[in-house]
């Protein structure tokens, strides 16, 4: 199962957004609910950022959105912070009980 | 609270084996689906592999690369499971977490237990 397509780096200046997309097919992004978003500081864990394309859970602040359309899922950070600077994962189900990340996006704040 | 921790990883030989636990707290690990995920040193994630919760029978599905090399198993009595690795590669060096899965999003991680392979 080939990764997920995601731009290598993004960037905005503080208070500007930045929208990072993830590439799959419609056997993997274009076909489930199961799209979610991880952020990953240098040497920690990730963290779930959206769930089922679009949903944040409890403590994500509103300004992370996701959305889909087709087979390329997107992430919008709103009103950069520094602390946003990170690097952030996509996943999708790809079906037969497998998942599948995407190749990674730097995050960097201006 | 709720949280996962990793352990069991270290340095191994080409071929050899490893068993990686992560043991779960504020919460009962076999009503989850919980999964295995790797990172490279700088690289991206990848999933490894998954088992069910105790409703649907703690199936079991891996990604290719390490079908038939690794496996998960659980002990509830312990709020653990396990993932044995055997004939670990060079390729398999990584930090290894364990996540919980929820609703297709994986929402607990543990802190990652670094498996290096090498001579």
């Known amino acids: 199962q080939p990764a997920l397509t995601q731009p290598p780096s993004a960037s905005g200046s503080p208070g500007q957004s930045v929208t990072i997309s993830c590439t799959g097919t419609s056997s993997d992004v274009g076909g489930y609910i199961f799209v979610s978003w991880y952020q990953q500081h240098p040497g920690k864990a990730p963290k779930l950022m959206i769930y089922e394309v679009t949903k944040r859970p409890s403590g994500v602040p509103d300004r992370f959105s996701g959305s889909r359309s087709g087979n390329t899922a997107s992430l919008t950070v709103s009103g950069l912070q520094a602390e946003d600077e990170a690097d952030y994962f996509c996943?999708?189900?790809?079906?037969?009980?497998?998942?599948?990340f995407g190749t990674g996006t730097k995050v960097t704040v201006l | 609270e709720v949280q996962l921790v990793d352990s069991g990883g270290g340095l191994v030989q080409p071929g050899g084996s490893l068993r990686l636990s992560c043991a779960a707290s504020?919460?009962?690990?076999?009503?989850?689906?919980i999964d295995w995920v790797r990172q490279a040193p700088g690289k991206g994630l990848e999933w490894v592999g998954r088992t069910s919760d105790k409703g649907t029978s703690y199936t079991t599905e891996y990604v290719a690369s390490v079908r038939g090399r690794f496996t998960i198993s659980r002990d509830d009595s312990e709020n653990s499971l396990y993932l044995q690795m055997h004939s670990l590669q060079t390729e398999d060096t990584a930090m290894y977490y364990c996540?919980?899965?929820?609703?297709?999003?994986?929402?607990?991680w543990g802190q990652g237990t670094l498996v290096t392979v090498s001579s």
């Open positions: 504020g919460f009962t690990l076999s009503d989850h689906y």
């Open positions: 996943s999708s189900y790809a079906g037969s009980n497998n998942f599948v």
């Open positions: 996540t919980r899965e929820v609703r297709g999003g994986f929402d607990i």
